[in-house]
């Protein structure tokens, strides 16, 4: 099992920046990529960006790509996510994902075994 806890979400204006916390327990070590999700109200959930464990590649959604930048410690089984130039479009439900092994693409969601329980961003104009 792994345990998932976000944190770091608040409220924000335009433009400006939030750092994200994933913090991973339990059985991380075999952790292949750790992903990042957000869910505004009445949209689906849409992929953000991922991080593989190993080698530290990272993966983006056009929509933030530029703004966000994921990075992780090993050390601490932390990934972050640093959101700038924070727009109201960004304003969501946030959560950290991890697939333990390779399921498919990083993209869907489907493909992780575990999530966090969010946390809110909220981006005012």
């Known amino acids: 099992q792994v345990q998932l806890v976000e944190s770091g979400g608040g409220l924000v204006q335009a433009g400006g920046s939030l750092r994200l916390s994933c913090a991973a327990s339990g059985r991380t070590f075999s952790s292949y990529v750790m992903g990042w999700f957000r869910q505004a109200p009445g949209k689906e959930r849409e992929f953000v960006g991922a991080?593989?464990?190993?080698?530290?590649?990272?993966y983006y959604a056009d929509s933030v790509k530029g703004r966000f930048t994921i990075s992780r410690d090993n050390a601490k089984n932390t990934v972050y996510l640093q959101m700038n130039s924070l727009k109201p479009e960004d304003t969501a439900v946030y959560y950290c994902?991890?697939?333990?092994?390779?399921?498919?693409?990083?993209?869907?969601?489907?493909?992780?075994?575990?999530w966090g329980q969010g946390t809110q961003v909220t981006v005012s104009s």
């Open positions: 994902a991890d697939q333990q092994y390779y399921s498919g693409s990083y993209y869907h969601s489907y493909n992780y075994h575990y």
């Open positions: 991080i593989r464990w190993s080698g530290g590649n990272t």
